[in-house]
């Protein structure tokens, strides 16, 4: 039986489908974050924003998601997922699928130039410019763009090109004297080149002009070509292959993601996005060049490429942004005169990020690097910024003689070359370097300090939900826990020892890691609130997480389920649970929250024998979602929660708020619908995102909540108790 196969002990209840389809359901979270480019609640560019991070989204599920597919049926592969799904059927729902979220994206795009426009942005085509415009834009092109072009004719002396993934660029048919054959051609625009070019500002009016390139290209590609006549001109656009299979015999990891990095830049084109107006004698030709025939081909787009239109997004008109937010620094540490290690010993802290500044996870580190007490420092890096302060904190602890060892994941998806970067300036600095295991990622986020206290030595750990990353704190939602628990830090100590020298942790205080024992926590906590139900108490879970995968523990969500088990998940992403189901899962309520934030942080409450939330309660934090991947093959923790005021923040402030959003929730159907949750007229409604941004976390100061969260939620309404099929729903995701 394969991981993603349902439990043999899994409720036998006749229901459509079991479980949603995963790619679909992401798809269906890609539609949610597009819908907020169309909510007239967001400010205008900040819906471009969205709009561009929908097509971001829909590039890199090309790119894994939609490559591993296609890989799979043209390996012959027939076995249906656990949905029931064979490769090929899957790809056929993903096709029609990712049709209907272009055409909905066009439609948002034509609708947002337009508000753009009567905003004094104007984004304009080569026929609506005017003289003095035209004239702009070609000292434009000559100064911008031209230096940066490479025409590539293409005949028997000159093969057809290779373009990077994301390539991005004209085609033309040329018409040469005394030839019956057209000769073919190819612009390729640089990734350097600006996807738009700015002609004007008008100071009086406010009024900025923008033109793309490609309507630049149109106008000046005949200089290029001065000897042809011109007979059509087409756009396209290619996504690749990107996925990375690792060998896990090969003698030096980092010699073998070189070359694996170097091989997925010519990956197989996954998808050729064309032009509306393209001819087929054009489109044929590509299709050919790319050798693409049994791949996805669009054609329709009158517009390529819409996760460029982020590039118009300026600081010039703030009115269109959302209002500036200025994070708060942690009350406790302000109140030991930012001395960190004096903070974390009075008692446990939770950073709460974004509404919290990332900054003090980086003055933990930079302290631990200059303090003369501090002997050693240990330290997972699975994602972090190009100009890393973390990394540059390790750096100045191992110059300064301190004993540094960093986990490098090489095996971050897209963040490969970064992380081997940075782990040869760690190694150059002499700190310790490690990769962790080949036929695992180290997903766990974690910083260990060990610090020399009178004759003992003291460890300070950092546990967190998301990654070392400066930039990514600003807008995912994560926690953070600064603990100077001996027990935990023992635990650490382990974790770090098991992915350094294979040396699996025993004996485990506190701490719960994958892959050995974090799957049999959680079904041994859902079991617990079954048990207490059969013994006639409440049994009570909430959940929050990214995705939603894992068919055992749906399953085992299902059996709390019918034993009377209320569950309350917030899911972000992919959720393959069906809830609602009379029989089945009739006690699970599934929601979204999609918003100025990324919700990113993964916490797990248990009931405990009352209600939630409750002084008794079980609550944890973690850095794994409940997916196969990262219960079965990474290295993740789950932390127990037992500081009073970090756990009545965690339950009472966190959970709740996300629990009772009124203005960025959606509600998951039996029939797989999402169903924004609509407000009164007039009401405004709670945000969770505002809530956190005008409100100081518990953990701070320690005061209590403003917001009177309620001490049971109610359950969402049902709009029928008739179970729901697929058929009943235009938008199901199954």
């Known amino acids: 039986m394969t991981d993603t196969q349902p439990s043999p002990n899994a409720p036998k209840v006749k229901t459509p489908k079991r479980y949603f389809n995963r790619e679909l359901s992401w798809l269906f979270f890609n539609t949610r974050v597009l819908d907020e480019a169309g909510n007239s609640n967001v400010p205008l560019l900040e819906r471009l924003r969205f709009l561009s991070i929908s097509a971001s989204n829909l590039d890199e599920f090309y790119m894994v998601r939609v490559a591993g597919l296609r890989t799979q049926e043209l390996a012959g592969i027939t076995e249906p997922s656990f949905d029931g799904y064979t490769p090929t059927r899957q790809l056929e729902k993903i096709g029609k699928r990712v049709g209907k979220i272009i055409k909905a994206q066009e439609?948002?795009?034509?609708?947002?130039?337009?508000?753009?426009?009567?905003?004094?942005?104007?984004?304009?085509?080569?026929?609506?410019?005017?003289?003095?415009?035209?004239?702009?834009?070609?000292?434009?092109?000559?100064?911008?763009?031209?230096?940066?072009?490479?025409?590539?004719?293409?005949?028997?002396?000159?093969?057809?090109?290779?373009?990077?993934?994301?390539?991005?660029?004209?085609?033309?048919?040329?018409?040469?004297?005394?030839?019956?054959?057209?000769?073919?051609?190819?612009?390729?625009?640089?990734?350097?080149?600006?996807?738009?070019?700015?002609?004007?500002?008008?100071?009086?009016?406010?009024?900025?002009?923008?033109?793309?390139?490609?309507?630049?290209?149109?106008?000046?590609?005949?200089?290029?070509?001065?000897?042809?006549?011109?007979?059509?001109?087409?756009?396209?656009?290619?996504?690749r292959d990107s996925d990375i299979a690792v060998d896990e015999e090969?003698?030096?990891?980092?010699?073998?993601?070189?070359?694996?990095?170097?091989?997925?830049?010519?990956?197989?084109?996954?998808?050729?996005?064309?032009?509306?107006?393209?001819?087929?004698?054009?489109?044929?030709?590509?299709?050919?060049?790319?050798?693409?025939?049994?791949?996805?081909?669009?054609?329709?787009?009158?517009?390529?490429?819409?996760?460029?239109?982020?590039?118009?997004?300026?600081?010039?008109?703030?009115?269109?942004?959302?209002k500036p937010f200025q994070a708060r620094f942690p009350e406790r540490i302000r109140d030991y005169d930012g001395d960190c290690f004096a903070a974390i010993a009075a008692k446990d802290i939770l950073v709460h990020h974004p509404y919290e500044e990332?900054?003090?996870?980086?003055?933990?580190?930079?302290?631990?690097?200059?303090?003369?007490?501090?002997?050693?420092?240990?330290?997972?890096?699975?994602?972090?910024?190009?100009?890393?302060?973390?990394?540059?904190?390790?750096?100045?602890?191992?110059?300064?003689?301190?004993?540094?060892?960093?986990?490098?994941?090489?095996?971050?998806?897209?963040?490969?070359?970064?992380?081997?970067?940075?782990?040869?300036?760690?190694?150059?600095?002499?700190?310790?370097?490690?990769?962790?295991?080949?036929?695992?990622?180290?997903?766990?986020?974690?910083?260990?300090?060990?610090?020399?206290?009178?004759?003992?030595?003291?460890?300070?750990?950092?546990?967190?939900?998301?990654?070392?990353?400066?930039?990514?704190?600003?807008?995912?939602?994560?926690?953070?826990?600064?603990t100077v628990d001996p027990a935990m830090g023992r635990d650490v100590g382990k974790l770090f020892n098991y992915v350094t020298s294979y040396s699996k942790p025993k004996d485990l205080e506190k701490l719960i890691i994958a892959p050995m024992g974090l799957r049999n926590t959680l079904e041994q906590l859902i079991d617990n609130e079954i048990k207490n139900v059969k013994d006639g108490k409440p049994g009570a879970i909430w959940a929050k997480m990214n995705a939603l995968v894992d068919t055992k523990i749906i399953d085992k969500l299902y059996e709390a389920s019918q034993a009377g088990v209320q569950i309350n998940l917030i899911v972000r992403g992919i959720c393959c649970l069906r809830p609602g189901v009379p029989g089945l899962s009739e006690n699970i309520r599934v929601r979204s929250i999609v918003g100025r934030f990324l919700e990113h942080s993964r916490i797990a409450c248990f009931g405990n024998g009352d209600t939630l939330p409750n002084k008794d309660a079980k609550v944890f934090?973690?850095?794994?979602?409940?997916?196969?991947?990262?219960?079965?093959?990474?290295?993740?923790?789950?932390?127990?929660?037992?500081?009073?005021?970090?756990?009545?923040?965690?339950?009472?402030?966190?959970?709740?708020?996300?629990?009772?959003?009124?203005?960025?929730?959606?509600?998951?159907?039996?029939d797989g619908k999402y169903i924004r949750k609509t407000l009164e007229a007039g009401k405004k409604g709670f945000s969770a995102h505002k809530y956190f941004m005008e409100n100081p976390s518990l953990s701070g100061r320690g005061k209590a909540l403003k917001y009177n969260a309620p001490e049971e939620l109610p359950l969402p309404s049902r709009q029928s108790k008739k179970p729901a099929t697929p058929k009943d729903s235009k938008n199901a995701a199954a």
């Not at 997925?264 to 030709?285: A, K």
């Not at 990474?634 to 756990?647: F, G, L, S």
């Open 107 to 239: 439609k948002c795009w034509n609708s947002l130039r337009k508000k753009m426009s009567k905003e004094g942005i104007q984004v304009k085509s080569l026929d609506d410019l005017s003289p003095e415009e035209t004239t702009t834009l070609k000292a434009a092109y000559q100064d911008q763009v031209l230096p940066l072009l490479s025409p590539l004719a293409v005949d028997p002396a000159h093969p057809f090109p290779f373009i990077a993934n994301l390539g991005f660029g004209m085609v033309l048919s040329l018409k040469r004297d005394n030839a019956a054959d057209p000769l073919y051609a190819i612009i390729p625009i640089p990734q350097h080149a600006p996807r738009f070019l700015h002609l004007s500002y008008d100071k009086k009016k406010k009024i900025d002009v923008y033109v793309p390139v490609e309507e630049a290209l149109r106008l000046m590609a005949p200089d290029l070509f001065p000897d042809f006549k011109i007979r059509d001109t087409g756009l396209f656009r290619i996504t």
């Open 621 to 670: 934090m973690s850095s794994a979602d409940w997916m196969p991947r990262n219960l079965n093959r990474r290295v993740e923790t789950m932390v127990p929660i037992e500081a009073t005021t970090v756990r009545r923040q965690v339950m009472r402030q966190i959970m709740v708020a996300n629990l009772n959003d009124e203005t960025n929730c959606w509600e998951l159907q039996p």
């Open 250 to 322: 090969a003698e030096d990891l980092v010699q073998h993601f070189e070359f694996l990095l170097k091989k997925r830049r010519r990956g197989r084109v996954i998808r050729l996005e064309m032009n509306t107006t393209i001819s087929e004698d054009l489109r044929e030709f590509l299709i050919e060049g790319f050798e693409c025939w049994h791949e996805d081909i669009q054609d329709g787009s009158p517009f390529l490429g819409m996760a460029s239109l982020s590039d118009l997004i300026t600081n010039y008109r703030p009115h269109l942004l959302f």
């Open 358 to 482: 990332f900054n003090v996870v980086v003055q933990f580190l930079e302290q631990a690097a200059l303090d003369p007490n501090v002997v050693a420092i240990k330290q997972t890096l699975y994602r972090t910024s190009d100009d890393s302060p973390i990394v540059k904190a390790l750096i100045e602890a191992a110059e300064r003689g301190k004993t540094v060892t960093a986990l490098v994941e090489l095996k971050a998806r897209f963040d490969e070359e970064s992380n081997m970067r940075w782990a040869r300036d760690l190694e150059r600095s002499g700190a310790h370097v490690v990769y962790g295991f080949v036929d695992y990622k180290t997903h766990a986020k974690v910083s260990l300090v060990v610090r020399r206290e009178g004759k003992t030595l003291r460890t300070y750990a950092h546990l967190g939900t998301g990654n070392y990353h400066a930039q990514n704190a600003k807008i995912y939602t994560d926690l953070a826990l600064f």
